[in-house]
């Protein structure tokens, strides 16, 4: 099952920040927060992921609160294209080899003109 | 790079038939993975493959599913029969150590 828990739908307008939300407070000190979004009709499209520091990369920036219990995902000018699904996935990094990705029903963010 | 392949992009069939789907991994991504995802739910995972080794079928109907990744590259999924509630989009991913997962685009599946 999921360890993660995210509001089922977002909107958000056109130009402005969406923030995202995602609570996994049962997370393990050797797990990493990932995000990932799924526009309609492909798969999934890695975003960002992070340990406990902020990351910020082209696409987001991901904050991640100090007790590491809740995350948020912000895009800062949302456009159109951005209208997906988004999956947060709390996942083990390891050099022991590759642990699955494990989705939840992630959040539908809508952006309007 | 190039991506994750998959073939066919969409599959109709009747129930009680068989059905197979492709895929081919990135190139020297040693993890491939393949997920079901029906309408309206996220990916859930079928099975793991490291190299051609299985890793994880702990989810996969294997009374119906089965899937093979010969010399470690490609990979095959087959249903047969197929169940009215096998009508999904069947994902393919692949990843290395160190290296996020990529999915292919899928194989929307209907089953009727």
Known sequence: DAKTTQPTSMDCAEGRAANLPCNHSTISGNEYVYWYRQIHSQGPQYIIHGLKNNETNEMASLIITEDRKSSTLILPHATLRDTAVYYCIVRVYGTGGNTPLVFGKGTRLSVIA | ?112
Do not use: M
């Open chain 2, 1 to 112: 790079e190039a991506g994750v392949a998959q073939s066919p992009r969409y599959k109709i069939i009747e129930k009680r038939q068989s059905v197979a789907f492709w895929c081919n991994p990135i190139s020297g991504h040693a993890t491939l993975y393949w997920y079901q995802q029906i309408l309206g739910q996220g990916p859930k995972l079928l099975i793991q493959f490291q190299n051609n080794g299985v890793v994880d079928d702990s989810q996969l109907p294997k009374d119906r599913f089965s899937a093979e990744r010969l010399k470690g590259v490609d990979s095959t999924l087959k249903i047969q029969p197929a169940k009215l509630e096998d009508s999904a989009v069947y994902l393919c991913a692949s990843s290395s150590t160190g290296i996020g997962y990529t999915f292919g685009s899928g194989t929307r599946l209907t089953v009727v």
